[in-house]
């Protein structure tokens, strides 16, 4: 049975429905153990067969008796990232309101899939993920390469995305309200590795809340199908794209603020500033002749000015995370219309 949430506002509970989707490849000797996991708080299983070359949806389609499973093959290999999103259209299509993506591998541990979505039930947030890195002890299970890498990748992620109070940016245990998700655009939302990472910057380009949820991860005999020299350029053009568009669509095209103009300005300081103190300096290499004081305060008033104006500039993006949630108040909306004409996904709970 859906389960119920409490809507403090209208003093009612109203039934919502929770959906997993799993992406698949290469997952055949897993499978079946991770959707055995799955609790009974769970209403219906996606289990997106991305043309495996192992036959996973195969597997589950005849060895699997769980009635919530529903078998998603994709024509051709999307990646992950295209899988989830076709379990995302699914889950949409069949009315649910939440929906959790889970690897097939095993890594991620079901019964945390309550504490996943408790903070968009309450309003709190409107996409969750784990984050591998609140506890300290726990760290010690994962390789030092995850390790070092996401670290890196957490701090690119701050800039590309706008949100600085996240980390962990490839976990990919994830929740989100299917509300939001319909407004993203599905078409241009990354497919291959760069997904997870990629859902964070379509998700601010929306406004939506997005939070850390603690967690930890199992590293069993499980085969990683990522190779960090393959995707290291992509990556990092991708940062490079987001960053970007973000700074336009958020600080030009939608609003203009004082950080509109402490950005560029302090960009264009600081580099007049260097330029200007490197040519002073090679000058005087090359005529023997001291730099005077003027000429280096001419170099160094730039530099710190420009650097100042980069912080303000930082600390007013952070300051910009989104905290209100996004679903919550049309959520409630919806659900009392909904009820008034009797939608039986939506109704009263007796």
Partial sequence: MPNAIYNSQENDRYKYTIAVVIPCYKVSKHILGVIEGIGEEVDLIYVVDDKCTEGSGEVVRHHCKDGRVVVINNAVNLGVGGATMEGYKRAIADGATIAVKMDGDGQMDSSLIMRLIDPILSGEADYTKGNRFFDIEGLRSMPNVRLVGNAVLSFMTKLSSGYWDLFDPTNGFTAIHLGVASYLPFDKVSKRYFFETDM???????????????????????????????????????????????????????????????????????????????????????????????????????????????????????????????????????????????????????
């Fill in 200 to 350: 964070l910057f379509r998700l601010n380009t929306l406004r939506a809340v997005v939070q850390d949820v603690p967690m930890e991860s199992k590293y069993g005999d499980e085969v990683s199908n990522l190779r960090i020299h393959s995707i290291f350029f992509e990556f990092l053009i991708g940062h490079a794209k987001n960053f970007l568009k973000r700074i336009f669509y958020n600080y030009y095209l939608r609003n203009v603020s004082i950080a509109s103009f402490e950005l560029p300005l302090g960009l264009l300081l600081l580099l007049f500033g260097i330029v200007f103190g490197i040519e002073s300096w090679m000058l005087s290499i090359k005529t023997g002749i001291y730099t005077a004081a003027g000429q280096v305060m001419i170099s160094a008033l730039p530099v710190i000015t420009g650097f100042q104006l980069i912080l303000a500039f930082i600390n007013y993006d952070i300051s910009s995370t989104p905290k209100k949630s996004l679903h919550y108040k049309s959520f409630n909306y919806k659900a009392s219309r909904q009820m008034a004409v009797g939608n039986p996904g939506m109704r009263k709970k007796t």
